[in-house]
């Protein structure tokens, strides 16, 4: 025994300059890599507070020439404009996160239990949505003439309320978890309800931050329905708010290049300057949240796309 147990040690010695090497390689990998991850993030905060003359001049760099406000200043310029913006933003994301979040899970935990004897056409019909669908117009005219989306904070938040691959990623996950729960509880007396808040969603806390995130940033960067739906200002989302403001500068320019007599603050917006500090404004929440669930988010979404 005694010499089995210097071996062992001669052993761990041989290896130990080994593990010492590859833990060098491994952090010195996952640096850069993160590196490469931060800078481009860093060249853009830094970017937007340059002066439009200093980019246009130097390029980006990641060293500020001209320090300026200028493009922060012209995107809070109109104040109550942008915080209307956000507030539309906030809530709808809140909001249709939570209720897309639902929807998706107590859809996928359905179709996937073995008592639940029609869930292969019910599967069929929802794959058959990703496949075809009624085309722009058609689509326009219900939302509008008869569910009243026109200028009407509902129309940033059901159209993106479900989603198929949420569904399908929700049902591959929950194939994972045991049915011999499900049949336990009943058993015991639960009802349908009872099993899948208080047994199955612990359960699915992967999953659920996985699809929070993937709706998150749906509701947080669509602008497309604010673009059919709104046009009221009250109702715009953010990203659409902001997409306005740079067109309008665009548009500027625009008549400065034709020879138009525009005024002076006009023909020197920052329009460069200004996208950086816009992708600043639009970013910066999904971003400091992105920590927090990052590891609930790998492993669901590695869990969800193996099984099944």
Known sequence: MHTQNNLMRVGRKIHEPDRVIFNIISYTLVTLFGLMCVLPFALVLITSFT?????????????IREFSTQAYDLAFRNPQKILWAYRNTVCATAIGTICSVLLSTMTGYVLQRPDFKPRNKFSLFFFFTTLFNGGLVPWYILCTRYLGFKNNFLALVLPLMFSVWYMIIAKNYMKGIPYEITESAKIDGANDLRIFFQLILPLSTPLLATLGLFSALAYWNDWYNSLLFVTKDEYKSLQYFLQE??????????????????????????????????TIITTGPII?????????????????????
């Open 51 to 63: 002066t439009e003359t200093s980019l246009m001049k130097t390029g980006y760099t990641f060293f």
């Open 245 to 278: 403001m740079l067109n309008s500068i665009q548009a500027m320019k625009n008549l400065v290049n034709a020879g138009m007599d525009v005024s002076r603050l006009s023909q020197n917006l920052p329009q460069e300057t200004l996208k950086m500090a816009m």
């Open 288 to 308: 400091l949240l992105y920590p927090f669930i990052q590891r609930y988010f790998i492993k669901g979404l590695t869990i969800g796309a193996v099984k099944g």
